[in-house]
């Protein structure tokens, strides 16, 4: 006879035999670690699908969502010279993954595929996907990691490589974001604010302000290889003209100080860790004029860790891939900018999980008066 998977109702166990109070215990289910377990499977499985080119086949096929899918397994791996039934097997998994529509053995895209997963669509993160857990050698060594206190494979060694996909695959996104707080920020309202991105990737905070500012102009800083990216976003929205780019590290560029109204921070503090999160924001002070504004958007840690799943995520990546990056709090933030010589310190969340720090450079040196 087959073991129960509950031994504890056993009817040999039940009160009367045991002499206990009844009890309705069950043990945890095991659903949380089978899906810590898939979860390296399914980037694999999505990273497959990718490098055959699954997603931009179907939508030359004429795949579309909201259309009922009309293309077989059989088609596809004609097409993309791969194994019928090994390629099938790989749709199927994509099916259950939410990435592919499959009725009736037939497959397409759905939205979240065409959006997000096809060279050409509107977000595209094709390009994204592989690169985003950073080397994937450092995941399986993270013990040795934690050990040691640093990566065996840092991008700290070929940093352009590692991130030059994710600003592309991610501009979109933060441009929205960039976009929508105008209406909290009011950049807008400025006659002609001089702006500096530093860190800049694609530029979608100094592009956001340039659009909604005729008289602005903007310094835009990121790393050789990765500078370009910004270069090519501004002319696309018509900006470039009002743009100087200033390719470098930005803890060592040459800055003016006091000769900027806006300063952004777009997602770099976390790449930095605390020290080096801090000495940015030292940057930024020194190079805004009195009243001027810091805009510092990154994914914060909340005070209870799991509050913010995505955001400590992101923070592991970063330390498994860097030598300093690390998750930062919107606590050490916040700390980090009164201290500095920020006031009027303000968190937006001008999209949603998309969070920023606004704070204004007081008039008063840290500790001083006028």
Known sequence: MADSPYPELKKSHVPERVGRPWT?????PSAPVWAVISGFGSFHVLAAALELGVFDALADRGAT???????????????????SPHLEALLDSLAVLGLLERVGGRYGLNDT???YLTTDGAASMASLVPVAPGPLGNWSRLADTIRAGQPAEPIDDDPADFYRPLVEGTFTTMLRAATRADFQVRYSALESPRVLDLGAGGAPWAIAV???CPGATAVINDLDGVIDVAQRTTAEYGVADRCEF???????????????DIVVLGHVCRTEGPSGAQQLIARAVDALRPEGRLLLADYFVAPEPQWSPHSVLMGMTMMASTINGFGITAAQVAEWLAETGF???RLIEPIGHQYAYVATKSRRPPGGSL
């Not at 077989?72 to 010279?81: K, M, V």
């Not at 200033?246 to 900027?260: A, K, L, M, V, W």
Request: glycine share 6%; aromatic share 6%; proline share 12%.
């Open 343 to 345: 006031e009027a310190i």
């Open 210 to 212: 340039l659009k909604a």
């Open 246 to 260: 200033r390719p470098g590290d930005f803890h060592t560029i040459e800055i003016e100080s006091e000769g900027y």
């Open 24 to 28: 309705d215990y069950k043990p945890p």
């Open 113 to 115: 595929a065409a959006r």
């Open 65 to 83: 969502p909201g259309i009922p899918p009309t293309v077989t397994a059989e088609e596809l791996a004609e097409e993309l010279e791969a194994s």
